[in-house]
């Protein structure tokens, strides 16, 4: 049976990162979220070649859950979400076909082919967390959108599936299940981070969200309102930090703060800066000095993008615009030098509401995506069946899309 999300529903988001931990609880007043709870806490037990330390990420998941619960909670009241970043990620596309009697399709024939497409879709070693539908095809030739009501015997569709390692799947799921916290979806980081950026209007022109993390970048494309495209590049501001480092002899934290402070993309003309030098004593150096570790990095992040998504004729000729977000945008003259390099509109991500904790903060950009994708996982609430299956629960959302597209 079918239950629509009722606005009493009460939610736990985490956006686990390589740089922070971040939980937030909200429930739904009047269909807005309000959160009620957050904290966030600097991560520890990630290592730059992608390994995890569960002991220390659990305490982290704990610390921060602990600092963000409401008052007089009862932690059985909300559901739980997470991201997740794999940056050996998996995306495939998929067709699948099943026959049909003479009858016009039906939403239950609709039914069909999706489950028959998610169970079509499986790989070993993988985990399907995302599958979207592409568009319907009729006895193998004409391609449409809606269905309903067409005659044919042969009905198929196209999906898009992303796939994460079934290690880091799991390994995530103990560091959650360590703090007894049961996670009922993980959201890929990429994703996540579009859908709280990207407007319809944008999504449907040709649009490219680029994600810049800690130690990833995550790129996601829609095209005519569909998701094309989604990667993980193994490089981001951590990467930029380090060079800072060796090239200036300086600690890692003090390279994080001289690139947060006075890191920019555009010469500066010979300024003086003072920065914090190993031995504990502060040193003066050209700022100049700066841009010129900084800058190649950063070209060398949006020329790797530029390569890997322009190599696709498709996305070459219909993304239209860029948006840059993740903790990473923040540096001076991104917007310029992405432009340059990607030869599109650049914006950089932002919560419009300058009153909101999360305006000009677009390393938050994953934790508000997460917000949206959790209200949509539960718009209709299959109580049926077990979500604790990848693959059903990759199912019951693609059930609440045809709900919604075929009501």
Not at 92 to 115: A, C, P, S
Not at 243 to 262: M, N, P
Request: aromatic content about 10%; proline content about 1%; hydrophobic content about 35%.
């Amino acid at each position: 049976m079918l239950k629509i999300l009722s606005n009493k529903k009460k939610f736990c988001v985490f956006d686990i990162g390589a740089d922070k931990v971040v939980c937030l609880f909200f429930k739904m007043e009047n269909k807005i979220p309000k959160i009620i709870g957050m904290d966030h806490q600097k991560s520890d037990g990630f290592s730059h070649n992608n390994l995890i330390d569960e002991k220390k990420l659990s305490n982290t998941i704990l610390k921060a859950f602990r600092q963000s619960l409401p008052k007089n909670s009862n932690v059985k009241e909300f559901e739980y979400y997470s991201n997740i970043t794999d940056k050996n990620s998996t995306v495939k596309k998929n067709y699948t076909e099943i026959k049909t009697g003479k009858l016009g399709i039906t939403k239950k024939d609709i039914r069909r082919v999706f489950n028959k497409s998610v169970m079509d879709s499986r790989i070993k070693g993988k985990n399907l967390i995302h599958s979207y539908p592409i568009h319907f095809r009729i006895n193998e030739s004409r391609i449409l959108d809606d269905p309903l009501g067409e005659k044919c015997e042969k009905f198929g569709i196209s999906s898009f599936n992303i796939f994460i390692n079934n290690n880091i799947n799991n390994l995530l799921h103990k560091c959650f299940k360590n703090q007894q916290i049961e996670i009922k979806s993980f959201f890929d980081s990429g994703i996540a981070s579009t859908v709280a950026n990207a407007t319809e209007h944008e999504k449907k022109h040709g649009v490219a969200c680029i994600d810049l993390g800690s130690t990833s970048s995550k790129v996601t494309v829609y095209i005519k309102n569909k998701i094309v495209f989604s990667k993980v590049f193994a490089i981001g501001g951590y990467h930029v930090s380090n060079d800072i480092s060796k090239g200036l002899d300086i600690s890692t934290e003090s390279a994080e703060h001289a690139k947060i402070i006075h890191g920019s993309l555009k010469t500066t003309f010979n300024e003086k800066i003072e920065i914090n030098s190993l031995n504990g004593k502060n040193k003066m150096i050209n700022k100049d000095l700066l841009y010129g570790i900084i800058r190649p990095r950063y070209e060398e992040i949006f020329e790797i993008i530029r390569d890997s998504i322009f190599d696709d004729m498709l996305a070459r000729v219909t993304i239209k615009s860029i948006i840059v977000t993740g903790g990473a945008s923040k540096i001076y003259g991104i917007s310029d030098l992405s432009e340059k390099i990607l030869n599109r509109r650049v914006r950089i991500g932002f919560v419009e509401k300058k009153n909101s904790f999360f305006y000009n903060k677009p390393e938050f950009s994953t934790l508000l995506g997460l917000i949206k994708l959790s209200q949509e996982d539960n718009r209709i609430d299959h109580s049926d069946k077990s979500t604790k299956n990848t693959f059903l629960s990759a199912f019951d959302r693609l059930e609440n899309w045809i709900e919604e597209s075929y009501a």
